[in-house]
């Protein structure tokens, strides 16, 4: 069988893991797309360290990893193969301006995982608060103060997190984003756009769902299900979807 859709980016909360039921079901499915000879892309808004836990505790097949929401990309062999940082600069003045805020929590990561800031490159400032006003307010400021060389995008945990009563904002390079992580290794494969599909359920996957005519879950927020071409269920779902159309 050649397949249509020869590589498929997908989200990892959310998306690959919605609950522990149906985790089995999706890494089988995940398998079989490879065992046809398609390319299957975890695209996340996690750390290397934190990705590769899950990818450990769930046996995950893959080919590549795009990790901090598009910020690095890694083989099969976890080497880094793409980086898309934000310069120590840039990071500075951030930090400046979230220190005049109350009520925030900051964490900084390299292309490992959380680090503690030492004047240096970072590829992701995460900002955790319970005050949603606060934290859309951030994501506003960051993305006027500072649109030439970052931005920001807000995010409710959903339901993989244990305590829901708090929103994240996720700062990277403003050439960063899942949908220009795609690119570059689509470039890279010598892939056609033609030839790809996108899997997400957050807002930070809004770009490579609308740049690749993707797809998202039913339980995504109502603004992502309106930017994807096609719902489904399960991660097992869409892949057999796209096994039936060849």
């Not at 990705?51 to 769930?58: L, P, R």
């Not at 900084?108 to 307010?137: G, M, P, W």
């Not at 994501?139 to 929103?167: Q, R, T």
């Amino acid at each position: 069988m050649i397949l249509e859709k020869q590589i498929v980016f997908s989200d990892y909360d959310g998306t690959i893991y919605i609950t522990e039921e149906n985790m089995e079901r999706n890494v089988k499915a995940i398998e079989e797309y490879r065992n046809y000879g398609g390319k299957f892309v975890i695209v996340t808004g996690r750390s290397k360290t934190s990705v590769s836990n899950v990818i450990k505790q769930y046996n995950i097949p893959y080919d590549y990893i795009i990790s901090n929401n598009g910020a690095v990309i890694f083989n099969i062999d976890m080497v880094k193969i793409y980086e898309q940082a934000i310069t120590t600069d840039i990071s500075n003045k951030i930090i400046d301006y979230l220190n005049t805020k109350e009520n925030i929590e900051i964490f900084f990561y390299d292309d490992e995982d959380k680090v503690k800031y030492h004047n240096q490159e970072l590829l992701k400032i995460r900002i955790r608060t319970s005050d949603y006003e606060l934290a859309q307010t951030i994501e506003d400021e960051i993305n006027s103060m500072f649109k030439d060389d970052v931005k920001a995008h807000s995010a409710f945990p959903g339901m993989y997190y244990d305590n829901h009563d708090f929103v994240i904002v996720d700062i990277i390079s403003q050439n960063a984003g899942k949908e220009n992580a795609i690119k570059k290794l689509l470039d890279t494969l010598n892939i056609k756009k033609e030839q790809v599909i996108t899997i997400g359920d957050g807002r930070n996957d809004i770009g490579m769902i609308k740049e690749y005519n993707g797809y998202s879950m039913e339980t995504a927020e109502e603004d992502v299900k309106k930017s994807a071409s096609k719902i489904f269920k399960s991660v097992a779902d869409a892949l057999e979807y796209l096994k039936d159309i060849n």
